[in-house]
């Protein structure tokens, strides 16, 4: 029988099933020459990784100084946290934390009304001068 991997899984299994993996953030620190790769190969010595990301800006695809490895018990991303943390890796001292869940954003706000003139208000206050 084949086991099954997180990668067959639809969507919405993977994202149940992610709440039972533990995550460590290393925040900020990391050089902005080290890669999901590296990330991977200076924490795999401490348990099963599932997944080791390096967080990167989406328009210039360089890297933000930080990153996300996932583990599959607690226990090894606890290891890892007491392992890694204020060490160096590509030259920087990195600082390993456990990741919090992210918080709920706002709703987006709603463009201003344009009148009939096609001009739009402005509800600023204050003044400039």
């Known amino acids: 029988m084949r086991e099954s991997r997180l990668e067959d899984l639809p969507c919405q299994a993977r994202k149940d099933e992610r709440k039972e ?7 900020p620190g990391l050089s902005r020459l080290t890669t999901d790769e590296k990330l991977k190969e200076a924490f795999s010595p401490f348990g099963q990784l599932l997944e080791a990301k390096v967080i990167t800006d989406r328009v210039s695809g360089r890297s933000k100084g930080f990153g996300f490895v996932t ?4 226990e090894e991303a606890e290891k890892a946290r007491e392992g890694m943390n204020a060490k160096f890796l590509d030259g920087w001292v990195i600082f390993v934390d456990p990741a919090k869940p992210r918080e709920p954003r706002p709703p987006p706000q709603q463009e201003p009304e344009s009148s009939e003139t096609g001009f739009r208000t402005n509800k600023t206050i204050g003044w400039c001068g």
């Open 21 to 27: 993996m533990y995550q460590v953030n290393t925040s």
């Open 71 to 74: 583990y599959t018990t607690l």
